[in-house]
């Protein structure tokens, strides 16, 4: 079987918006290059941990790779895809030069095509993501490996608004916590989450491939093998009364998502938000403290914003 690569150029902002697009009217992968991952870590309090000049990188914007099989017609999708895309500004992203271009990709290229834009990275101290399919020694004896197979659903730790996530992951947790991972994608934050002494972690995620991408991925890291994956939108019916919720989803979606998660956080439990662009950021935060949490640390990677907030105790 043959298959066919809509390269979509865009801004590094738009680029979690565009691989959802593409998943969900029938990609059955997608690849990221981000010229960010790169600056993030050169210019960050970890960029002594990228060795920037070992790896062929783009220097601006951000191209979204999505694969699609020869049984789907993708001229008739196109003009969809387009629309969709266009929209995008109306939601506060930027969608730079917006160009698509379509290759055709052979069935012995198909499954290294993408794997070329994947390399390990150091997040921090504690946690490394490693590709599945690259041989990788750890560093230090507090090294915490995560291995992704980042083909069918992004979120590979490498993109700005994760990595912000996995920061804030490691200021809050001290062990035996119950975490709930919302929009959980490959399911990074939820092995995290694991490798960081949470004890139990629930993840969710609307999109159907993600569920089953993200549970792959549980199933390749022995630590995570009890994190409890499955389709949801948001936390609507969710019951579980959490220590702390995680949610690296759009601005527009965390807003929605406020008022399940207050009622969800136990009184002194945390609230991480992450995938706030600066335009967004006041508007997020005056719904978030109208509601009652409180601001306890922002973080930022280059034009991302993520917030830890703190359901106060009641009387304190």
């Known amino acids: 079987m043959r298959w066919t690569e809509l390269k979509v150029t865009t801004a590094s902002e738009a680029v979690e918006a565009v691989s959802n697009i593409m998943m969900e ?37 951000a191209m979204v790779m999505a694969y699609f099989p020869e049984t789907i017609f993708l001229p008739e999708l196109l003009p969809t895809i387009k629309e969709r ?26 499954a290294t095509a993408w794997k070329k834009y994947y390399h390990p990275v150091n997040i921090s101290r504690y946690l490394t993501v490693v590709p599945n399919w690259v041989d990788y020694e750890v560093k230090n004896p507090d090294e915490k490996i995560i291995k992704l197979d980042p083909g069918m659903a992004f979120g590979t730790g490498t993109h700005p608004t994760t990595m912000v996530s996995l920061h804030a992951l490691e200021i809050v947790l001290r062990g035996g916590e119950t975490v709930l991972d919302v929009g959980t994608g490959s399911g990074v934050l939820s092995i995290a989450s694991k490798h960081l002494g949470a004890d139990k972690v629930y993840a969710y995620d609307l999109d159907e491939v993600a569920v089953a991408s993200a549970q792959e991925n549980m199933d390749m890291n022995p630590v995570a093998s009890d994190v409890q994956v499955s389709a949801n ?10 220590d ?42 005056d719904a978030l403290k109208e509601i009652g949490f409180t601001v306890s640390e922002i973080l930022q990677q280059g034009d991302w914003f993520g917030i830890i907030l703190t359901k106060p105790v009641e009387g304190e």
């Open 25 to 61: 009217v029938g990609a059955s992968g997608v690849a990221i290059e981000d010229a960010l991952d790169i600056e993030n870590f050169v210019g960050d309090a970890y960029g002594e941990l990228l060795d920037a000049e070992t790896i062929d990188h783009i220097s601006e914007g």
């Open 85 to 110: 895309i266009a929209k995008l500004p109306e939601y506060g992203l930027a969608i730079g030069e917006n160009k698509l271009e379509i290759n055709e990709v052979a069935e012995d290229d198909w």
């Open 233 to 242: 939108d948001l936390l609507n019916g969710v019951s579980i009364q959490a």
């Open 244 to 285: 702390v919720v995680v949610a690296n989803i759009l601005a527009e979606i965390i807003l929605r998502l406020i008022p399940d998660a207050w009622n969800i956080v136990k009184p002194g439990g945390k609230f991480i938000v992450s995938g706030i662009i600066q335009d967004k950021k006041e508007e997020v935060m």
